[in-house]
């Protein structure tokens, strides 16, 4: 997919993974249209394009009406979309008894059910480009599931799901538009730093989910522009999936080859 002059939307860009996409499109002539719920996030990004047009819209994707204005919204700037970046995320930590309903529905909200409303919000306008793309970000826990992420994980593989069916659907239906599915692995985000605490735990248990809050951050690596460098690479090839990192890549490997006793492996190769 040759992204020169295409225009995308990109949520989730005021920092992070968000942003490190929005970096690498713009650096191959894409007009950009960034959501985010930080205004100064967005600003920032919005910054460091050079070369690009780029508008801003501040969007709360738990809003379903200001995610359904977001289409004629940047159609109104760009004149047309032919890429859009399901990216936004957030994280809670905790097991399954320790997240309650309220947090673990707000976590499937913001993670799940906006991809699926932009997604449909944006597909009649996808549909009128020669070539487009749908992009959304699932994550490592997308593929595997370790103790301690259910809310987590249940998003992140519903969105894995609904991607690999929609892709499907598409292609019988000969449609122009693509599916990708992405699947981060160890990015240096603030995704982790500021994942929600439940709110029903003991001060034990809170300092309990800190520290493997703590001991997890070790392993997030790779910077969000490289990452947004290897998505956006992958994006122009068209992959149905990418895998960004060793241990995203890593994981898919384990958990086919052995997809019941892959955590236990997993388990010893982190220490």
């Given at each position: 997919?040759?992204?020169?002059?295409?225009?995308a939307?990109?949520?989730?860009?005021?920092?992070?993974?968000?942003?490190?996409?929005?970096?690498?499109?713009?650096?191959?002539g894409?007009?950009?249209?960034?959501?985010?719920?930080?205004?100064?996030?967005?600003?920032?990004?919005?910054?460091?394009?050079?070369?690009?047009?780029?508008?801003?819209?501040?969007?709360?994707?738990?809003?379903?009406?200001?995610?359904?204005?977001?289409?004629?919204?940047?159609?109104?700037?760009?004149?047309?979309?032919?890429?859009?970046?399901?990216?936004?995320?957030?994280?809670?930590?905790?097991?399954?008894?320790?997240?309650?309903?309220?947090?673990?529905?707000?976590?499937?909200?913001?993670?799940?059910?906006?991809?699926?409303r932009?997604?449909?919000?944006?597909?009649?306008?996808?549909?009128?480009?020669?070539?487009?793309?749908?992009?959304?970000?699932?994550?490592?826990?997308?593929?595997?599931?370790?103790?301690?992420?259910?809310?987590?994980?249940?998003?992140?593989?519903?969105?894995?799901?609904?991607?690999?069916?929609?892709?499907?659907?598409?292609?019988?239906?000969?449609?122009?538009?693509?599916?990708?599915?992405?699947?981060?692995?160890?990015?240096?985000?603030?995704?982790?730093?500021?994942?929600?605490?439940?709110r029903?735990?003991?001060?034990?248990?809170?300092?309990?989910?800190?520290a493997?809050?703590?001991?997890?951050?070790?392993?997030?690596?790779?910077s969000?522009?490289?990452?947004?460098?290897?998505?956006?690479?992958?994006?122009?090839?068209?992959?149905?999936?990418?895998?960004?990192?060793?241990?995203?890549?890593?994981?898919?490997?384990?958990?086919?080859?052995?997809?019941?006793?892959?955590?236990n492996?997993?388990?010893?190769?982190?220490?």
């Amino acid at each position: 997919m040759n992204l020169t002059e295409r225009v995308a939307v990109v949520t989730g860009a005021g920092g992070g993974i968000g942003r490190g996409i929005a970096l690498a499109l713009s650096r191959r002539g894409c007009h950009l249209a960034l959501a985010d719920v930080s205004a100064a996030g967005l600003a920032e990004t919005a910054a460091m394009i050079r070369g690009a047009q780029v508008s801003t819209h501040r969007l709360d994707v738990t809003d379903r009406e200001a995610c359904l204005a977001l289409p004629q919204q940047v159609l109104d700037t760009h004149g047309r979309v032919d890429l859009l970046v399901n990216n936004a995320g957030v994280a809670i930590g905790g097991t399954f008894e320790q997240v309650d309903e309220s947090d673990f529905d707000w976590l499937m909200e913001v993670n799940f059910h906006a991809v699926v409303r932009l997604t449909r919000a944006f597909l009649p306008h996808l549909k009128a480009s020669d070539q487009a793309r749908i992009v959304n970000v699932s994550s490592l826990f997308g593929l595997i599931a370790p103790p301690g992420q259910t809310a987590y994980c249940a998003a992140k593989f519903a969105v894995r799901g609904f991607s690999e069916s929609l892709r499907r659907e598409l292609e019988e239906a000969g449609s122009s538009v693509g599916v990708t599915v992405v699947h981060p692995g160890g990015i240096n985000t603030d995704i982790a730093r500021n994942a929600r605490p439940p709110r029903h735990v003991t001060n034990e248990e809170a300092s309990l989910i800190a520290a493997e809050r703590d001991r997890f951050q070790k392993f997030l690596c790779m910077s969000p522009v490289q990452a947004g460098e290897i998505i956006v690479a992958g994006i122009e090839k068209e992959r149905s999936r990418i895998l960004v990192g060793n241990d995203a890549k890593a994981a898919s490997f384990i958990e086919r080859l052995v997809p019941v006793g892959y955590w236990n492996l997993l388990k010893r190769s982190m220490g």
